[in-house]
């Protein structure tokens, strides 16, 4: 069954890019909504200010997901308040946001996921439609790639590799995934970056609101941050929070195997045009009860096994 929220909450604070202090407030929404964003700043019509999170509206952005309707505006940043909403299941949803952006927070997920369960998670009395994958794609090259396979569920087998003592190899495998795994494994982990990074990106106009307080940044030894990684594997963690984030522009839960090397938000937006492109490539289809209450249940042992 499709889910919302029982009440709406709210959160603010300073956008990563922008540098804005940025108030959100995210409500319930009905059946068949989806996931949908409200520009309050605007002083335009109702129509204008809402800009559906569907593939259709992404646009080409740098170190974040932005997506824009037809009337020019925008919303940027979306991809950890996505990947919270798809993690925990919250199929419709209506975000209400004063700028251009959402706020970064810590860099994870976290936050959002308890302002989530403070709200409340509502069941829905309409069936939940799934996107299945019928046939392989690949889209990158042999340095960088996604491969998407047909599956019987949602997995997600992760490589990354960076030329840094921390970062040489990293792989996380998730052959299952459900809300108790996005709460225990993935939606702790933080966005992280390059302190020789820092200058180009500053005046390329982004990172304004970057900080140690909202991302992990590395030097040539190792982490600036005074607060330790939260897991040894956290940043492979956190590219699977954003991939999750970033998939749920489908407008649905998918099922598929997806297997990632050096991946990004660019590469992810690549695969989701590209499967989109052919019907071939895809089908909706009734999500199965059954399934999940069995991926829930081999889910639950393995966190206990991983604890």
């Not at 129509?47 to 559906?52: G, N, Q």
């Not at 889209?139 to 047909?150: E, L, Q």
């Not at 609101?209 to 982490?223: H, Q, T």
């Amino acid at each position: 069954m499709q889910r919302t929220l029982k009440k709406s909450f709210s959160f603010s604070g300073v956008c990563l890019h922008s540098g804005n202090d940025t108030s959100v407030t995210v409500h319930p929404a009905p059946a068949n909504t989806g996931i949908k964003f409200k520009r309050t700043d605007l002083k335009t019509s109702s129509e204008e200010k809402i800009i559906d999170a569907v593939v259709e509206n992404i646009i080409e952005s740098q170190l974040c997901t932005s997506i824009q309707n037809k009337y020019g505006n925008k919303v940027s940043t979306i991809e950890h308040l996505m990947s919270a909403l798809n993690g925990l299941g919250i199929d419709n949803a209506l975000v209400d946001v004063d700028s251009d952006e959402v706020p970064i927070l810590d860099g994870s997920s976290k936050i959002f996921v308890d302002l989530i369960d403070e709200a409340g998670i509502k069941n829905l009395r309409t069936s939940r439609k799934i996107v299945k994958i019928l046939r392989p794609i690949i889209v990158g090259n042999k340095d960088v790639y996604i491969k998407a396979t047909p599956a019987e569920s949602f997995k997600v087998d992760y490589t990354i590799s960076y030329d840094h003592i921390l970062l040489d190899h990293q792989r996380l495998t998730l052959d299952y995934f459900d809300e108790n795994i996005f709460r225990e494994l993935i939606s702790n982990s933080r966005t992280f970056g390059f302190k020789d990074d820092v200058d180009m990106l500053l005046e390329k106009g982004l990172i304004k609101g970057g900080s140690l307080n909202n991302a992990v940044l590395l030097d040539e030894k190792g982490i600036v941050n005074e607060e330790e990684l939260r897991y040894p594997d956290e940043f492979v963690r956190h590219k699977i929070l954003d991939f999750i984030g970033d998939i749920f522009l489908l407008g649905k839960k998918v099922e598929g195997h997806f297997e990632i090397f050096c991946g990004g938000h660019s590469l992810t937006q690549e695969l989701l045009k590209t499967l989109m492109s052919d019907k071939l490539n895809w089908k909706l289809m009734d999500e199965n009860p059954s399934h999940i209450d069995k991926r829930s249940i081999e889910s639950r042992t393995e966190i206990s096994a991983a604890i």
